[in-house]
């Protein structure tokens, strides 16, 4: 496709996020096909941009339906890394927007000490789970509601009720007449990631609650069965 057309343009090369999209120099072209970097090097020349991150559609529609977003008419869109983004203005700003899913940006790293249920592990040992998950993803369900009540937006498949949920109540040191005092924070209920695969569909998300450790950790445990600590 030429460079001058104005038709969208779809790659599904990974390795660049929205910040990265617009930093990339025009040198380093790396597994990146020649005409993506042409796109991003007149995007570049074009800028700078605004970035705007939105979750999910549920708040991306809105701002694509006002009229104070204006679509690029030469480059509406650049899908890229599994992830749409759109070129455009809104009032008085460029800005490229694009949408990421409720979850962790790339991924993360625990690393101190905590208790374990295998007496046989000793303080030093590297231990590596074959699943994580990241629980720090909730909805908060009203007081009032239980387990047989939708959650906000669970509708639209935003939210779910399939992986689980705390109750506050239960852990409770009140209680009445030998029963647990209902507790105003009620409940909340564990939610799976959204994320974006780098080789599908643009804007089209999967979720995903236990998520598997990449074998290259395993690997590099492997390599520091032996290894001894020196003294400084």
């Known amino acids: ?31 990146v096909s020649h005409t993506t970097m042409r796109k991003i090097d007149r995007l570049n020349k074009k800028g700078p941009y605004l970035g705007i991150v939105v979750p999910n559609f549920f708040e991306l529609n809105p701002l694509l339906q006002s009229t104070s977003f204006v679509a690029d008419q030469k480059l509406p869109y650049l899908d890229f890394s599994g992830r749409r983004f759109r070129i455009g203005r809104l009032e008085d ?12 940006v790339k991924g993360v790293v625990h690393y101190g000490i905590a208790g374990n249920a295998d007496p046989q592990l000793q303080i030093g040992d590297v231990t590596i789970p074959q699943f994580w998950a990241h629980t720090g993803l909730w909805n908060w369900q009203r007081f009032g509601d239980g387990p ?9 498949g935003d939210y779910t009720r399939k992986v689980g949920h705390i109750k506050f109540s239960d852990f409770n040191n009140e209680t009445r007449d030998g029963k647990s005092v209902p507790n105003l924070l009620n409940n909340v209920w564990y939610q799976p990631e959204e994320v974006f695969p780098v080789h ?21 445990a492997k390599d520091l069965e032996d290894l001894k600590l020196g003294v400084v």
């Open 1 to 31: 496709m030429d460079e001058g057309d104005g038709e969208p343009f779809e790659d599904g090369v990974n390795g660049f996020s929205c910040i990265g999209f617009l930093g990339i120099s025009s040198i380093a072209y790396g597994a």
């Open 93 to 104: 700003e460029s800005v490229i927007i694009v949408m990421t899913g409720l979850s962790m």
């Open 148 to 156: 047989g009540n939708e959650l906000s937006l669970e509708s639209f």
């Open 200 to 220: 599908g569909t643009p804007e089209v998300r999967q979720h995903a609650f236990w998520v598997p450790v990449n074998p290259k950790f395993f690997s590099v």
